[in-house]
Every structure is written in structure tokens, then in C-alpha cells.
């Protein structure tokens, strides 16, 4: 046997009479799977599965999950509508449309503030770019549903709300 | 007339036998396929949160596909698109017309033959159904207008044509040692012994020519390591790609069906078909009083032991999760103390003291029982093989059929005939 485009040595091993004829191989391969149906037959409680709606995984606490604004005391936006995140997203994934704010402290407020997380890679660099800590992957949540694509954009109000779950 | 209802009876017994192990074996390739990889295959679909083990999954699958949008491809051959998935199943079917199930059952005293068609000529005619098989596959992969499709019907033919001399070959083997073709004869000739000590079963007396038979029967059923007429990861399904709904799902169960002939036949062939090994019938039916104490007592311990495997898991497994299915076990267990009940309660009709027309009833139906499980171990052996070995390449197929399986085929003819000539 001759394998062009192959290194010399790498294929013309010469096979023992027992490796040739397979039928050892075989029933020793007939072993292997034999050992695993057993053992799992017999230890089914210690299968590695997850029984997933009923069990789920425990993730870390950096485990970055759907995204919040965070509030200020009287629950308004922290956010400066600044565009540091949205410059920063890779995905270009955020749209905000700041706005003046009455209080001449604070310089602007976003109108609005949407996600489309349909496009977010969850890379977390929107919290790393904020300079007021106003937007966070913390909640843990990672599934999230929605039966239409429009549904998948959320809003200020709707990220400002701390109740929220996946479904959308 | 009479003659009629036999035969329509085993007709229905044989039909029964295959669509229940269909269901069977579709959740045993699944779960053991699982349980192989380490994985707890399917659990999910239930019936009020019972979910005997995956075992609704087939009854679910099947209102699946009967509900499902017969998708079909434009340009199909029409005829032949709509015969080929009738034609597989009617030819899975047809085989086990010649294969004997149990050696005769006495009815209102007459001596019924278990055997649907007790063919002279039944060897041969199992040869040329099983090549008939291939024509439903070869017209599907030509009338779906599709080049996968269409490469799966040349692999079914090529591969039928490789593996159908080989099998041949090793089968006049075995019709050299029982000089007959009538398989009645040939599993009859087995329930003696050789040497004094060994059943006269095929596998002893034809080892290679078994080995021969039982590769060339998985390349017969396209299953793996010979499954290349579907092959999924080089042309798509192969032969059943343009094949939706309930038409799919007859391809499905045809798969399903060959493998319990191929089982069946090499049970019969090599492994004694009907015959329990050291007890032919005679001797069954002088003691069938003591074997049927033994047996319903054995039923009664094994039971008795399943259920205790059962509510050890119970006991374990509390309240896990907290709904319907914390049930199953204790469920299962208290199944299985059932039939152990069952079979004590046997014990109190006095089973030992059983008549001669008991005694036959209780060889015919342990008979029976042997053969299917027989037929069950090779049902699983098919399988277990599947998730062993990889996919043969083609190549490797052709070279093992022509230039492996066929001089093998024919040294293995020449010696039996010259052992055959000397002996």
C-alpha cells in the first residue's frame, strides 16, 4: 500500500495477523461498549447527564448573563447616555438617545435605551466602558425567549426593571 | 379450511412477534445506544407522567410521522416513489414465511407444524427474498431524483451483489453438513449433539461458515459497520433522503424488520432456531412437570430480585423530582412483584403433576420461548455492533467482500465437502 502526500513511515505499519483479521478487535471493541452499558445500567443515578428544566448548571458569580441598568436612589437611570458602550460593542448591538436632564447636576439622561440581544455577544465590555457603573451582566439570567425577533430588543424600562426573567 | 386458520394464525403470530419488536428494539437501539455513551437517552415523552423508562417514546414517534406533511420532490418517478417503501416492508415481512418458530403445538388434538410455509426448497427461497429487499431500496435512491438518494441505491445494489455470494457460499456449507434445504430439517438436525457433549447447532459445526453468514446478513440489513446505502455523513440518508411522513416511517420499520430476520435466520440456522441446548423435546415433555416447578420458581427469584433492584432505587431516589415520576420506580418494582405473585400462584395448581397434553403444551411453549430469545439476543447483538464499530469505507467493503468473504466462502465449501466425503 502506497499513501502519496503522506510522510514516509506514517501509514505502512505493518499489522500483526491478529489485527488484520479484525474479529479480535471486534469482539474486544463488543467488550468495551458492553463495560459502559453495564456500568451505567447499574449506576444510573451517577450518569454525568443533567436533567435540564428540572436541574440546571450553577454558574460563577462573574457568569455574565442578560443585562440591567442600574437605578438611582429615586429609581431613574444612572446612565449618562454617554456612548461609551455603545461605541465600545462589538455586536453594535446598543442604541441610546440621550437627552438633556433637568437637574443641572447630572449633564444628560438617556430617552431611550435599547439592547438588541439578538446581536449581543454578552462580552461585557459595555460594563467595562461605563464610567458610572450603570449597566451590568450580573443578573445570571441566560435563557431567554421571545417568539418574535422584535421582541429581542428591549428597552430602558424594560432593563431597569429588576424583576424581570428570560422571558421577554 | 382448517389448514387455512393455521396458517393465518401464524401469519398473525409472526406479524405480532416482528411489530412488537420493532417497538422494542427502536427503544432498545436508543437506550442502549445511550447507556454506551454514557448518555440517559430518551426519558421525556410520558403518559401521565409515567415514563416506563423511554419506552412511550416509539408510540409517540409513530403519531409524530403520522401527522406529519408528506413532503415529496417534484421530479420523483411517481410509481415507483410511492412502491419502493411498500415494496422493502412486503419483502421483510415475506422471509419469515419459511422460518420455524417452535416444533408443533397440538390443538384439539392435531399436531400443528409452527411454520407458515414449510418450504422443500426454503433455504433458497430466503436467498432470493433477501435479494428482493435491495430492489425496494435501489427504486427509492432512483425514483426521488436525487443524486444522494441516488448513490445510496448504487451502494444497496453493488453491496447486495458483493455479500449475496458469500452468503450464499457459506449457507451450502450448512446444506453439505444437514443435507437438506428444508429448513424445518435443518433446525430439526440440530437439536442433536456432537462428540457426545456439544449441540449439533450451526455455529459449531460451521464456525467460519458463521462468521461468513452473520457479516454477510449485516451487510444484507444495511446496518453498521455495512450501513452504506444511508451512510448520514457522506450522502445525507442515502436511499430514504427524499422520503417524509409515514413513507419514512416505513423504511424505518422495514430497517427494523430485517434486523429481526437476519436475527432470526442466523438464530435458526446456527444457534438451533426452536431447540434448547441438552433438552430436546422428548426429554422436555418426560419431566415437563419438574421444569415448569423449576421455571416458575426461577420466574418468581429473578422477579423477586428486579423488584428489589427496583425499590433500593425508590428508596434512594425520594422525592427527587418532586412530581408524578418520583412514582415510577415503586411503580416498576410493584410490577414486577406482580409477576412473581403470578408465578407462585402457578405453584398451587401443582404444576408437577402436569398431564401428557400438558407436557406437550409445556415443550411447545418453552420451545417457542427459546427461539424468541434467541431471536432477541441478535436483535441486540445488531445493535450493540452499531455502536461499536465505525462505518466501513467503501473500498474496504468491496475488498473484504471479493477478495476476503469469497475465496473464505469457497475454502469453507471445499473442506466441509471433503470432511463431508471422509466422515
Redesign the interface.
Given at each position: 500500500m502506497s499513501f502519496e502526500g503522506l510522510p514516509k513511515g506514517s501509514c505502512d505499519k505493518k499489522r500483526s495477523f491478529r489485527d488484520s483479521i479484525y474479529?479480535w478487535e471486534?469482539l474486544r471493541?463488543?467488550g468495551?461498549?458492553?463495560k459502559?452499558?453495564v456500568w451505567?445500567?447499574l449506576h444510573?443515578?451517577q450518569?454525568?447527564?443533567m436533567?435540564y428544566p428540572?436541574e440546571k448548571r450553577v454558574y460563577g458569580d462573574r457568569f455574565r448573563g442578560r443585562h440591567r441598568l442600574m437605578q438611582r436612589q429615586d429609581g431613574s437611570p444612572v446612565c449618562v447616555a454617554c456612548q461609551m458602550c455603545s461605541t465600545y460593542c462589538p455586536a453594535d448591538c446598543i442604541t441610546i438617545v440621550g437627552a438633556e436632564h433637568p437637574d443641572p447636576k447630572i449633564e444628560k439622561y438617556p430617552i431611550s435605551f435599547e439592547i438588541d440581544l439578538l446581536r449581543c455577544v454578552y462580552c461585557g465590555l459595555c460594563e467595562e466602558a461605563c464610567p458610572c457603573d450603570a449597566i451590568r451582566l450580573d443578573t445570571g439570567i441566560y435563557e431567554i425567549a421571545a417568539d418574535s425577533r422584535e421582541k429581542f430588543i428591549v428597552d430602558k424600562e424594560f432593563l431597569l426593571d429588576n424583576h424581570t426573567d428570560g422571558t421577554l | 379450511m382448517i389448514i387455512v386458520l393455521d396458517t393465518l394464525a401464524k401469519i398473525l403470530f409472526f406479524f405480532v412477534l416482528i411489530m412488537g419488536l420493532v417497538v422494542v428494539l427502536i427503544w432498545m437501539e436508543r437506550k442502549g445506544a445511550a447507556f454506551i455513551q454514557d448518555r440517559t437517552g430518551p426519558n421525556r415523552a410520558s403518559i401521565g407522567g409515567v415514563r416506563l423508562a423511554g419506552l412511550v417514546h416509539p408510540i409517540a414517534d409513530v403519531f409524530k410521522l403520522l401527522f406529519k406533511e408528506d413532503v415529496t420532490p417534484a421530479n420523483r418517478h411517481k410509481a415507483l416513489y410511492n412502491m419502493a417503501p411498500w415494496l422493502v416492508m412486503t419483502v421483510a415481512l415475506s422471509t419469515y414465511a419459511v422460518i420455524p418458530f417452535g416444533d408443533h403445538l397440538t390443538v384439539a388434538g392435531r399436531k400443528v407444524p409452527l411454520v407458515a410455509a414449510d418450504l422443500s426448497v426454503g433455504l433458497l427461497y430466503v436467498l432470493a427474498i433477501a435479494s428482493l429487499a435491495t430492489y425496494g431500496v435501489v427504486l427509492a435512491g432512483w425514483s426521488g431524483n436525487n443524486k444522494f438518494t441516488f448513490l445510496g441505491g448504487i451502494r444497496a445494489a453493488s453491496q447486495m451483489i458483493s455479500y449475496e455470494i458469500s452468503m450464499g457460499l457459506a449457507l451450502m456449507g450448512l446444506i453439505l453438513v444437514f443435507s437438506s434445504l428444508r429448513i424445518t430439517d435443518i433446525v430439526a438436525g440440530q437439536g442433536d449433539l456432537v462428540l457426545g457433549f456439544l449441540p449439533k447447532w450451526g455455529v459449531v459445526v460451521q464456525p467460519l461458515g458463521f462468521i461468513l453468514f452473520i457479516v454477510a446478513v449485516f451487510a444484507e440489513t444495511n446496518r453498521n459497520p455495512f450501513d452504506l446505502p444511508e451512510a448520514d455523513s457522506e450522502i445525507v440518508a442515502g436511499f430514504h433522503l427524499e422520503y417524509s411522513s409515514m413513507k419514512f416511517a416505513l423504511f424505518f420499520m422495514a430497517e427494523y424488520a430485517h434486523m429481526v430476520v437476519g436475527a432470526a435466520l442466523i438464530a435458526t440456522l446456527y444457534f438451533g432456531g426452536y431447540q434448547i441446548p441438552w433438552l430436546p423435546r422428548p426429554l422436555i415433555e418426560a419431566h415437563a412437570g419438574l421444569i415448569l416447578t423449576l421455571k416458575l420458581i426461577g420466574v418468581a427469584a429473578v422477579s423477586l430480585l428486579i423488584a428489589m433492584l427496583f425499590f433500593r432505587r425508590a428508596q434512594k431516589e425520594k422525592g427527587k423530582f418532586g412530581d408524578a415520576r418520583d412514582r415510577e420506580p415503586v411503580l416498576g418494582g410493584g410490577l414486577w412483584v406482580l409477576v412473581a405473585v403470578a408465578a407462585l400462584a402457578g405453584l398451587v395448581l401443582k404444576p408437577w403433576t402436569i398431564g401428557p397434553v400438558g407436557a406437550d403444551l409445556v415443550a411447545s411453549v418453552l420451545q417457542i420461548m427459546a427461539f424468541v430469545a434467541k431471536v432477541v439476543f441478535f436483535a441486540w447483538l445488531f445493535i450493540w455492533v452499531r455502536w461499536t464499530l465505525p462505518r466501513f469505507r467503501y473500498d474496504q467493503l468491496m475488498r473484504l467482500g471479493w477478495k476476503v468473504w469469497l475465496p473464505l466462502g469457497l475454502a469453507n465449501l471445499v473442506v466441509t465437502a471433503l470432511v463431508m466425503a471422509i466422515v
Open positions: 474479529l471486534v471493541g463488543l468495551v461498549t458492553a459502559h452499558l451505567n445500567i444510573t443515578d450518569m454525568p447527564t436533567q428540572e | -
